[in-house]
């Protein structure tokens, strides 16, 4: 993807900040999405995403900071720069009543599209996000999947610089959200400029660069490789058992270890900063030989994305409280 | 305001109405039942009144009297009572509204010029009951004259002009109009903001281009047009159904009315967009629209018999000044132009409320 990317931000935040009365939503974000690129928005819900993303649209006035679209000033000119601009939003918002095509033709509509240009732009939609054998299907009928993809045709028939997707794998299953993130790279390839907010760290990992969000700051950016590579101070160590419910029982209380993350046939245990792995090891094999469970492997493994941005949040959260003593 | 998007939002609320089933019957059904309801069921003049007659007197000038009463259109004897007994339970059961009492002495004392008749009334409805009694009384007095055979001294002839035969619809038909706009207007506009509200439509239309002006008037267009077509029915019907007869100029009722739509239906819009949600406004078109359409207006309770603070409410209700324009475009034959003060009323609250609900609508934060 990186090849077909050319360096031209599509959306440009500085600085934005949003207030609700003394509640600072959103603080001081800087970010830039390149045409071509897949941007991903990361944070846990509460976390100013969604207001963020408001603001890039255009919905919601920025307390102070600009947002540019393809050049234009989103605040002062809102009509053009809303022309740039598609949106999917996470619950669907298009009409259930109508069929695929008229919500189609409403969309078409509403950016002033008519004749020739309009009838082509129609039918790159129904097209291309596979919707033609639905198109006089009531839009309420459709399974979600492909109410997705309606709201994602609606969303580019007028041909937008960048496509705004608020969490848009949410709630579908895994062969509809690997096809879904299959599209979003098949769109970022046509050239547009995607931001993805999710909090699928899993999918995170598809985006070419990523921006974490706590409390309204932006905590960690980077491609996903730069940001498995940040050194994290707590070590990440994975136990293959059969009984991993057991010994998580027993772990519960150790010292050292900061958090037990359960997955299926393992376990991955978060240790304090400056554990001495290697002793702690032997103690754990020994403490199941005792206990009659069979350990098939246990060793340390890099960091995921979860870890990372786990590991962002308690750093944050330190130097906040240091700040604050 | 781009005439793409308002086409756009006019078209898509055109497939929302016909889809809706609730919709369809409201622009439909309600229209015709309404007007066949007012039509027929709302009677201000008696014909056929069932009364009974206990006739304690059988001579000749007692058949003479009660044959009177069974000519006329007004009555209908549906009992004859032998005693004072079965009087009471006609009445009592509502078999009769009404029960004459024609005494023994009947005869004797018309001879010596002071006969006497009872009239015994239903009063639970107060206003068939005067009625009644008046249309008797009526009857009796030009009676009594051919008994007579003299001139009385002082003789009232009496026309009543715009409706001669005093049919009561001929009133009523131009007022029903106005109820059927007021349903249209502001009943289904009443829920056609608050949809998009409530289902969160806005949330996308609110990343588009529109702005609130082209949302509004393609929004409130189909309405219009429907409320038009409603309105032409709903004339045709009163003419060529009922028989009231459209002595003014049929334009000029047009012109009044697709105002009337204007301002009902932006009331409706108004009504949706601080509601917020379908029931609350539904209510509230209800109770502030239909409600005051029926019993302010003037339709069928005349404003001048109301008390002061009412008399002053209904000033503030639109369909006061369309009722009045109305009857006297149907009846008066009068161009609208000759009541200039209710046609003034109608475009001062058009703008009025124009500019209101642009002001309001900047709550759907779409683009100015």
Same mark, same amino acid.
């Given at each position: 993807?990186?090849?077909?990317?050319?360096?031209?931000?599509?959306?440009?935040?500085?600085?934005?900040?949003?207030?609700?009365?003394?509640?600072?939503?959103?603080?001081?974000?800087?970010?830039?999405?390149?045409?071509?690129?897949?941007?991903?928005?990361?944070?846990?819900?509460?976390?100013?995403?969604?207001?963020?993303?408001?603001?890039?649209?255009?919905?919601?006035?920025p307390s102070s900071g600009t947002v540019t679209v393809a050049g234009v000033d989103m605040v002062h000119h809102a009509r053009r720069a809303r022309g740039r601009i598609g949106y999917v939003t996470q619950r669907f918002a298009l009409y259930g009543d109508l069929s695929v095509l008229e919500n189609l033709d409403l969309q078409a509509g509403l950016y002033g599209m008519v004749g020739k240009h309009k009838q082509e732009r129609l039918n790159w939609g129904l097209q291309h996000l596979q919707l033609n054998t639905d198109r006089n299907t009531k839009a309420g009928q459709l399974p979600l999947g492909y109410q997705r993809r309606l709201a994602i045709a609606a969303a580019l028939l007028h041909e937008p610089d960048i496509l705004f997707l608020d969490e848009p794998t949410s709630g579908l299953d895994p062969l509809a959200r690997q096809q879904f993130w299959e599209l979003i790279y098949e769109l970022a390839e046509s050239g547009i400029g995607i931001l993805v907010t999710t909090h699928y760290m899993d999918e995170a990992l598809f985006c070419d660069h990523l921006a974490m969000m706590e409390a309204g700051n932006i905590v960690a950016r980077g491609t996903p490789a730069e940001l498995l590579a940040h050194p994290i101070p707590t070590p990440i160590l994975e136990l293959r058992s059969r009984s991993c419910a057991k010994c998580a029982g027993w772990l519960a209380d150790w010292t050292e270890i900061r958090e037990i993350i359960p997955h299926v046939g393992r376990l991955r245990l978060r240790l304090q900063p400056a554990t001495d792995q290697a002793s702690l090891i032997t103690r754990l094999q020994t403490m199941a030989t005792q206990h009659g469970i069979t350990i098939d492997a246990i060793e340390a493994v890099p960091p995921d994305l979860e870890d990372v941005f786990v590991a962002v949040l308690e750093s944050a959260e330190q130097s906040a409280e240091e700040t604050a003593a | 305001m781009r005439i793409q998007q308002i086409r756009a939002m006019a078209r898509k609320e055109w497939w929302h109405l016909f889809r809706d089933p609730r919709s369809l019957a409201l622009m439909l059904l309600m229209p015709s039942m309404l007007l066949f309801l007012f039509g027929y069921a709302i009677r201000l003049d008696v014909v056929e009144a069932p009364i009974g007659v206990l006739q304690e007197s059988h001579d000749s000038l007692a058949n003479d009297l009660l044959a009177r009463i069974e000519a006329s259109h007004a009555f209908h004897v549906v009992a004859h009572f032998n005693n004072r007994r079965q009087l009471k339970q006609a009445i009592q059961d509502g078999t009769v509204w009404a029960a004459l009492v024609i005494p023994h002495s009947y005869a004797a004392d018309l001879i010596q010029g002071k006969a006497k008749l009872q009239l015994i009334l239903d009063g639970v409805d107060a206003n068939s009951a005067r009625l009644v009694r008046n249309y008797l009384l009526g009857l009796i007095n030009d009676y009594a004259m051919t008994l007579n055979g003299a001139q009385p001294p002082i003789q009232l002839e009496d026309r009543t002009w715009y409706n001669e035969s005093k049919e009561s619809r001929y009133a009523i038909m131009p007022g029903v109009i106005a109820i059927v706009m007021a349903v249209i207007g502001a009943l289904m506009t009443s829920l056609t903001v608050a949809r998009e509200m409530e289902l969160g439509n806005l949330v996308m239309l609110r990343t588009t281009p529109l702005t609130r002006g082209e949302f509004?008037?393609?929004?409130?267009?189909?309405?219009?047009?429907?409320?038009?077509?409603?309105?032409?029915?709903?004339?045709?019907?009163?003419?060529?159904?009922?028989?009231?007869?459209?002595?003014?100029?049929?334009?000029?009722?047009?012109?009044?009315?697709?105002?009337?739509?204007?301002?009902?239906?932006?009331?409706?819009?108004?009504?949706?967009?601080?509601?917020?949600?379908?029931?609350?406004?539904?209510?509230? !078109?209800?109770?502030?629209?239909?409600?005051?359409? &029926? @019993? +302010?207006? $003037?339709?069928?309770? %005349?404003?001048?018999? =109301?008390?002061?603070?009412?008399?002053?409410?209904?000033?503030?209700?639109?369909?006061?000044?369309?009722?009045?324009?109305?009857? !006297?475009?149907?009846?008066?034959?009068?161009?609208? &132009? @000759? +009541?200039? $003060?209710?046609?003034? %009323?109608?475009?001062? =609250?058009t703008v009025l409320l124009a500019a209101v609900l642009f002001a309001r609508s900047k709550k759907l934060g779409l683009l100015k």
């Amino acid at each position: 993807m990186t090849e077909t990317s050319n360096n031209q931000p599509v959306i440009t935040a500085q600085q934005l900040v949003r207030r609700f009365g003394h509640f600072v939503a959103v603080n001081n974000v800087d970010l830039a999405v390149n045409r071509g690129e897949v941007f991903g928005l990361l944070g846990a819900n509460g976390a100013g995403k969604t207001t963020t993303l408001r603001m890039l649209c255009g919905t919601l006035p920025p307390s102070s900071g600009t947002v540019t679209v393809a050049g234009v000033d989103m605040v002062h000119h809102a009509r053009r720069a809303r022309g740039r601009i598609g949106y999917v939003t996470q619950r669907f918002a298009l009409y259930g009543d109508l069929s695929v095509l008229e919500n189609l033709d409403l969309q078409a509509g509403l950016y002033g599209m008519v004749g020739k240009h309009k009838q082509e732009r129609l039918n790159w939609g129904l097209q291309h996000l596979q919707l033609n054998t639905d198109r006089n299907t009531k839009a309420g009928q459709l399974p979600l999947g492909y109410q997705r993809r309606l709201a994602i045709a609606a969303a580019l028939l007028h041909e937008p610089d960048i496509l705004f997707l608020d969490e848009p794998t949410s709630g579908l299953d895994p062969l509809a959200r690997q096809q879904f993130w299959e599209l979003i790279y098949e769109l970022a390839e046509s050239g547009i400029g995607i931001l993805v907010t999710t909090h699928y760290m899993d999918e995170a990992l598809f985006c070419d660069h990523l921006a974490m969000m706590e409390a309204g700051n932006i905590v960690a950016r980077g491609t996903p490789a730069e940001l498995l590579a940040h050194p994290i101070p707590t070590p990440i160590l994975e136990l293959r058992s059969r009984s991993c419910a057991k010994c998580a029982g027993w772990l519960a209380d150790w010292t050292e270890i900061r958090e037990i993350i359960p997955h299926v046939g393992r376990l991955r245990l978060r240790l304090q900063p400056a554990t001495d792995q290697a002793s702690l090891i032997t103690r754990l094999q020994t403490m199941a030989t005792q206990h009659g469970i069979t350990i098939d492997a246990i060793e340390a493994v890099p960091p995921d994305l979860e870890d990372v941005f786990v590991a962002v949040l308690e750093s944050a959260e330190q130097s906040a409280e240091e700040t604050a003593a | 305001m781009r005439i793409q998007q308002i086409r756009a939002m006019a078209r898509k609320e055109w497939w929302h109405l016909f889809r809706d089933p609730r919709s369809l019957a409201l622009m439909l059904l309600m229209p015709s039942m309404l007007l066949f309801l007012f039509g027929y069921a709302i009677r201000l003049d008696v014909v056929e009144a069932p009364i009974g007659v206990l006739q304690e007197s059988h001579d000749s000038l007692a058949n003479d009297l009660l044959a009177r009463i069974e000519a006329s259109h007004a009555f209908h004897v549906v009992a004859h009572f032998n005693n004072r007994r079965q009087l009471k339970q006609a009445i009592q059961d509502g078999t009769v509204w009404a029960a004459l009492v024609i005494p023994h002495s009947y005869a004797a004392d018309l001879i010596q010029g002071k006969a006497k008749l009872q009239l015994i009334l239903d009063g639970v409805d107060a206003n068939s009951a005067r009625l009644v009694r008046n249309y008797l009384l009526g009857l009796i007095n030009d009676y009594a004259m051919t008994l007579n055979g003299a001139q009385p001294p002082i003789q009232l002839e009496d026309r009543t002009w715009y409706n001669e035969s005093k049919e009561s619809r001929y009133a009523i038909m131009p007022g029903v109009i106005a109820i059927v706009m007021a349903v249209i207007g502001a009943l289904m506009t009443s829920l056609t903001v608050a949809r998009e509200m409530e289902l969160g439509n806005l949330v996308m239309l609110r990343t588009t281009p529109l702005t609130r002006g082209e949302f509004l008037v393609g929004k409130l267009t189909p309405y219009l047009v429907i409320g038009t077509l409603d309105l032409l029915a709903a004339v045709a019907a009163a003419v060529y159904i009922f028989d009231v007869p459209l002595r003014g100029p049929f334009l000029g009722l047009a012109l009044v009315s697709v105002l009337f739509l204007l301002v009902v239906s932006m009331q409706g819009a108004l009504i949706s967009l601080i509601a917020g949600n379908q029931l609350l406004a539904s209510q509230m !078109a209800l109770i502030s629209t239909f409600l005051p359409a &029926f @019993l +302010l207006s $003037g339709f069928i309770f %005349a404003i001048q018999n =109301m008390p002061a603070v009412l008399q002053y409410l209904t000033l503030i209700v639109p369909a006061r000044y369309f009722v009045t324009l109305s009857k !006297a475009i149907f009846l008066k034959g009068t161009t609208p &132009f @000759l +009541l200039w $003060g209710e046609l003034t %009323a109608l475009c001062v =609250m058009t703008v009025l409320l124009a500019a209101v609900l642009f002001a309001r609508s900047k709550k759907l934060g779409l683009l100015k």
